[in-house]
T-cell receptor, first 115, second 114 residues
Framework: EPEVTQTPSHQVTQMGQEVILRCVPISNHLYFYWYRQILGQKVEFLVS????????KSEIFDDQFSVERPDGSNFTLKIRSTKLEDSAMYFC?????????????FGPGTRLTVL | AQKVTQAQTEISVVEKEDVTLDCVYE???????LFWYKQPPSGELVFLIRRNSFDEQNEISGRYSWNFQKSTSSFNFTITASQVVDSAVYFC???????????FGTGTSLTVIP
């Protein structure tokens, strides 16, 4: 069964460093998403991406964040200058269409720890 | 505004007991969709079910069942004859017609004791 994959599973970085989290969405899906989950809290939407453009973003997704689809398979989230409060689990998701009805399938997550 | 409330933070049951996880939602959309996801200790989010706002039929899938009631804005999830492998955090989520982001509740941590 097709699945979303994410690398690395765990990333440790120093405050102020740049990190890139990588995702490979399900191959025939067209919409891609990033969510984050601070430890013990709910999963929060960051951004959705379609046709090489951001289609929707939350207040959390400020200028420190960027997303990119550098090739036909990868989808990345970059945090330019990490802060302690960026420590969280980051989930990538993909869906067939961008409709509200469409199920989003999530990857296993990348745990980011900022020291 | 879209909002999902899962008032039960943690639940513990003994194996083979039935357990119901509550989910209450708020939305102004007339068309919306509700989801349940399971997050086992390994951390991934596993899709369980999707329900649209026009379909109030309850659904059963093996030991899992879902009760959707628009009158009370609830979408509750029942596990019958719970098993240790059911131990996980369960999230209820909502998506509305105004966008494609999911709104998650805070999750209910279920522990099934052998």
């Amino acid at each position: 069964e097709p699945e979303v994959t994410q690398t690395p599973s765990h990333q440790v970085t120093q405050m102020g460093q740049e990190v890139i989290l990588r995702c490979v969405p399900i191959s025939n899906h067209l919409y891609f998403y990033w969510y984050r989950q601070i430890l013990g809290q709910k999963v929060e939407f960051l951004v959705s991406f379609y046709n090489n453009e951001i289609s929707e973003k939350s207040e959390i997704f400020d200028d420190q964040f960027s997303v990119e689809r550098p090739d036909g398979s990868n989808f990345t989230l970059k945090i330019r200058s990490t802060k302690l409060e960026d420590s969280a689990m980051y989930f990538c998701a993909s869906s067939d269409s961008g409709l509200a009805a469409d199920t989003q399938y999530f990857g296993p997550g990348t745990r980011l720890t900022v020291l | 505004a879209q909002k999902v409330t899962q008032a039960q933070t943690e639940i513990s049951v003994v194996e083979k007991e039935d357990v119901t996880l509550d989910c209450v939602y708020e939305t102004r959309d007339t068309t919306y969709y509700l989801f349940w996801y399971k997050q086992p200790p390994s951390g991934e989010l596993v899709f369980l079910i999707r329900r649209n706002s026009f379909d109030e039929q309850n659904e059963i899938s093996g030991r899992y069942s879902w009760n959707f009631q628009k009158s009370t804005s609830s979408f509750n999830f029942t596990i019958t004859a719970s098993q240790v492998v059911d131990s996980a955090v369960y999230f209820c989520a909502l998506s509305g017609s105004s966008g494609n982001q999911f709104y998650f509740g805070t999750g209910t941590s279920l522990t099934v004791i052998p």
